[in-house]
């Protein structure tokens, strides 16, 4: 964590809102995050989208500063999903012939197929982080879909067995990461919500294919263990099933949500060693919580975690809340921060 940061930093972990004038936000809230292309969506021109998404990714930075966040991200604007955007940029992929997945909810749908060696034929997301750098004087964190949800969100038609294709991946990641740290990013946060959707699966080799991933990066690395967006997943499990075999792993920060989902925060022991972004945003209601509330939440894990390596964020990202009630969720976590951190 950069050392300039005050204790108890705040910050997103996911997607912020998209406007309404740069994506169908009424189509993307009906269907499922996409894992391949998804061009319909975007309402701007091939030609102008750019320059379009520059002006959206703009107004997220602002928000987020206005609100008073002390870790910025990009907002994710540029993203039909969380993982879309990284997965559908590499070499090894038959996109014009999408495989199938099974996803969290039971649905078969369309994903990348393997069908040669993975590879990143460039750099994905470094001009995403000098546009963020150029942009604002605060800490800046680039989020990435990590190498076991990608794994899960593949047909595999090359690789001998899903672990391979895992490694893979995260060899693709490690380098993409090394680039991002030296194109100016200060954390560099991994998505993997399907280790907790898969938990037998990723006990296998989830943490294997996580610590190939991070090794040797030049800066701090978070894992973002995720319930899946409250609008597309109508029940959100109690606890963690993948928490504890985190510690094995060189990651600096697990991300946990625990606001909507009521953690029981003793949960959180087994990570005493690493850092904790603790989500206290409630994503499935767009109402504003006072940050009195908010504080609460904080509260009833500091007995649980290393306060001097916890921080603040909401649950998941708040891709698809009202755009008013997001600014006015993150305005409420900093000024819980605030209160916090008069009484330490």
């Not at 991200?73 to 039909?80: N, P």
């Not at 945003?281 to 109402?287: M, Q």
């Amino acid at each position: 964590m950069p050392t300039s940061l005050p204790p108890l930093p705040t910050m997103v972990v996911g997607s912020l809102p998209q406007p309404d004038w740069l994506i169908d936000r009424d189509r993307l809230g009906h269907q499922f995050p996409p894992r391949v292309r998804a061009a319909e969506l975007w309402r701007v021109p091939a030609e102008f989208l750019q320059e379009a998404q520059d002006d959206a990714t703009l107004a997220a930075i602002r928000v987020q500063e206005e609100a008073g966040l002390d870790i910025l991200t990009d907002g994710e604007i540029r993203r039909e999903s969380y993982s879309n955007h990284f997965a559908t940029a590499l070499d090894g992929l038959d996109l014009e012939r999408p495989g199938t997945v099974r996803n969290r909810s039971g649905i078969d749908i369309p994903v990348p197929r393997v069908s040669g060696e993975v590879r990143r034929p460039s750099p994905v997301q470094v001009d995403d982080v000098r546009f963020l750098r150029q942009h604002t004087d605060r800490a800046i964190k680039i989020t990435v879909p990590g190498p076991f949800t990608m794994a899960q969100q593949a047909q595999n038609d090359h690789y001998p067995d899903d672990r391979a294709l895992a490694l893979a991946y995260a060899d693709v990641l490690r380098e993409e990461i090394a680039d991002l740290f030296a194109a100016g990013a200060d954390i560099v946060q991994l998505d993997e919500p399907w280790l907790q959707a898969r938990p037998e699966v990723a006990r296998r080799y989830g943490a294997e294919a996580l610590t190939r991933a991070v090794e040797g990066a030049a800066g701090p690395v978070h894992v973002h263990l995720c319930f899946g967006y409250d609008a597309m997943v109508a029940d959100s499990p109690d606890g963690y099933s993948f928490l504890p075999e985190m510690d094995d792993t060189p990651v600096d920060a697990v991300s946990v949500e625990t606001a909507q989902s009521h953690l029981d925060p003793a949960t959180l022991r087994p990570l005493r060693g690493k850092g904790i972004a603790l989500g206290v945003l409630d994503l499935s209601t767009p109402d504003v919580e006072s940050p009195e509330t908010i504080a609460d939440r904080v509260r009833r894990a500091l007995d649980h975690v290393d306060v001097d390596r916890l921080m603040l964020s909401s649950d998941c990202g708040l891709k698809y809340l009202p755009r008013a009630s997001a600014a006015g969720k993150m305005r409420a976590l900093a000024q819980a921060a605030a209160v916090l951190r008069a009484g330490l």
